[in-house]
């Protein structure tokens, strides 16, 4: 059977197209080889199992390694200390490879509920010794660690697990110990115990931080890449296409391979698409980005759920999207800590910043559509959409005239404030009508500021910059229009746009052209 990207579950190598593991098995090695207690907590579909699985493999040479799945284990389990050590030590005996016998018939009798346990004590006692007997280090996996969460036996298994872990070397008991889930086990407690309860001398605060980056590089999605090139001969670009995968998803796991699957299996064979070979193009990416950027599956629900949970993340996030304003990484804000924890932001020099294209296109849209039926610059765009197309192509000046016609009948007598905190929104508020369906518009992170931001718009394979900024004075102006030129060589496009916010009360309103070397710059003015 032929090989294919795969999105739902583990990923196998014999089977799937996957990044090359082996340099954050080696780095996730050297931690267990220091026998260290630590979590592995990434946002959902971020590789957690299929890393866990391929590092299990990893150190079977030179370890007993025990690899657990909570998920397994039924919501009973957790109800009762005989019912949670009946379930665990099942799982034990299915997953252990090497049991002596003696141990095997305690395992037994904890498992068929036979030995009547009030404690946990009981059973660790077993647990020592196990591992005292097996003669090399034991690795405890558990993935899927935060299912149980909510359930004190769970909280209780960590204390024991905790403090076991700490009378290394004086007894046996496990060399190292991994917990995997979405929440970092010292963000476990929050869905546990009222923050009066939290004490220093938790089950929380042994845990090694792990530094090991699960992001795919533009290297890894290229090594990938050439997996697939020798099965299908499609002469793609690998290092262009590599790098605009990334470009679009700072290499989250799941994006990745969401966008290959794409290309491969519903790009390919599509109309203006025929081969394999037109469809690895940036074309074919574009094309991708379309399909996955407005399909909902788990990924986005979580992330739509998580900003309905948490109303100053969301917050949060809607200034950063929409205002330009900085926010501090402060691990500290509970807000940043949670996004972070759930992968939905990265810390960029300081700055929290959305972690990937794919989400802020996703967030875009879902903000602005709660907007939608109020805002009458959407239905402008949207009666005005027809206009906007010449021979096929998108017509971004005459959006740019019939923008700046709108928003001055609308809004032209607001005063600066509302300028700052709402131009850019609107422009994206009569943009989206007119490319909905057809293609996305983004921003361009590294340049955005309360100052300017560039927005990026993706329609039938073609790309488009428009620098969004504020007004301050012609010299101001004049970098800008430099730095747009920079920005347009980076694209390898002739033409850029500039939409400016004008508070000066004798500004000309219009749109004009300006040429820059090469380079012609439609500039508008509201």
């Known amino acids: 059977m032929a090989k294919y990207f795969n999105v739902n579950g583990l990923c196998r190598p014999e089977k799937h197209y996957m990044v090359d593991l082996s340099t954050r098995l080696e780095q996730i090695k050297e931690m267990v080889d220091n026998g260290d207690y630590f979590t592995i907590n990434r946002g959902r579909q971020y590789g957690k199992t299929t890393t866990l699985n391929a590092l299990a493999e990893y150190l079977r040479n030179d370890y007993e390694v025990v690899s657990l799945d909570f998920q397994t284990m039924d919501t009973l389990s957790f109800d009762s200390v005989q019912n949670f050590v009946a379930a665990l030590a ?4 299915d997953n252990a490879e090497n049991v002596p016998e003696e141990i095997e018939e305690q395992f037994l009798k904890f498992a068929e509920g036979t030995a009547r346990i009030n404690s946990l004590n009981a059973f660790f006692r077993v647990i020592k010794a196990w591992c005292g ?10 993935d899927e660690v935060d299912t149980a969460t909510n359930n004190q036996v769970f909280v209780d298994f960590l204390a024991q697990l905790r403090a076991y872990y700490l009378k290394r070397p004086k007894i046996s008991t496990f060399h190292s110990v991994i917990l995997a889930g979405v929440y970092d086990i010292r963000n476990i407690r929050r869905k546990i ?3 009066e309860e939290h004490k220093t001398n938790s089950p929380w605060n042994i845990a090694a931080d792990f530094n090991v980056n699960m992001n795919f590089s533009a290297s890894d999605i290229a090594g990938m890449l050439r997996d697939y090139e020798a099965d299908y001969q499609t002469e793609m670009d690998i290092e262009d296409i590599s790098n605009r995968i990334y470009d679009y998803t700072t290499g989250y796991p799941y994006l990745v391979t969401r966008l290959c699957k794409y290309i491969d299996e519903q790009i390919a064979g599509s109309e203006g698409f025929p081969e394999k070979s037109d469809a690895w193009t940036k074309e074919g990416l574009v094309e991708a980005v379309k399909l996955l950027v407005n399909e909902t599956n788990a990924l986005f629900l979580s992330l739509k759920g998580k900003l309905e949970d948490y109303p100053k993340l969301r917050s949060i996030l809607y200034d950063l999207l929409f205002t330009g304003k900085p926010i501090p990484y402060t691990a500290m804000n509970d807000s940043i800590e949670v996004a972070s924890m759930f ?8 700055t929290a910043v959305i972690h990937n294209r794919i989400f802020e296109t996703v967030l875009y849209n879902w903000f602005m559509s709660e907007e939608y ?5 959407y239905d402008a765009g949207l009666k005005g959409k027809s206009q906007f197309m010449t021979g096929g192509h998108l017509n971004v000046r005459r959006i740019l005239e019939r923008f700046v ?14 300028l700052e905190d709402a131009g850019r929104r609107y422009f994206m508020l009569f943009l989206k009508p007119i490319i909905n369906g057809e293609g996305n518009c983004y921003v361009e992170a590294r340049t955005r500021n309360r100052e300017r931001t560039d927005l990026i718009i993706d329609y039938h394979g073609e790309q488009f910059v428009i620098e969004c900024k504020i007004w301050h004075g012609n010299a101001y102006n004049e970098r800008g229009e430099q730095q747009l030129t920079d920005y347009l060589n980076y ?3 002739k033409r850029g746009y500039m939409l400016s916010f004008n508070f000066n009360k004798r500004k000309e309103v219009g749109i004009k052209e300006i040429m820059l070397g090469d380079k012609v710059l439609v500039e508008a003015v509201v």
């Not at 099942?90 to 005996?93: R, Y």
């Not at 039926?373 to 610059?377: F, G």
């Not at 016609?405 to 509302?418: P, R």
Request: proline residues 0%; glycine residues 12%; negative net charge.
């Open 90 to 93: 099942g799982e034990l005996l």
């Open 405 to 418: 016609e709108s928003f001055d009948d609308l809004y032209g007598d607001q005063d600066e404030t509302f």
């Open 133 to 142: 007997k097996l003669g090399r280090g034991v690795v405890l996996i558990i």
């Open 491 to 493: 694209y390898h496009l």
């Open 343 to 350: 992968g939905f932001i990265r810390n960029e020099k300081g």
């Open 193 to 195: 115990r009222s923050e």
């Open 373 to 377: 039926m109020e805002n009458k610059l």
